[in-house]
């Protein structure tokens, strides 16, 4: 199956089990691979044909910048289902990094990924 991946989109959000967290705010960054049949897209160099990767990320902007949630699990389902329910695809994986979480140690990142497929 093809596939459009957009990668490293950053947001600000407030998500996470701590009051800080909430209070604070943090950077996240959201990977998105979208499984969609893009063989009309690029016979008929239409965008109709394809998924508007411009529109995607504007729809991950509003989860990852809207309502607050406890768990960046949350945050990748409700992504997921959102571009599941709009767009014409078969799967879509999500990840969600939290670089800045709240955990006392050195560490890169904290990452959840998903895999989510269409009805």
Known sequence: MDRIELSGMEFFGYHG?????????????????????????????????????????????????????????????EIAAKLLEKYELSRVEVAVHKPEAPIAGIFHDVCVRIERSGA
């Open 17 to 77: 089990c701590c009051a800080e967290e909430r209070r604070q705010g943090q950077r996240f960054v959201v990977d998105a691979v979208l499984h969609a049949d893009l063989q009309e897209a690029g016979r008929t160099d239409r965008l109709e044909a394809s998924v508007d990767y411009a529109t995607v990320f504007e729809d991950v902007r509003e989860v990852v910048e809207g309502a607050a949630k406890n768990l960046i699990e949350a945050v990748a389902e």
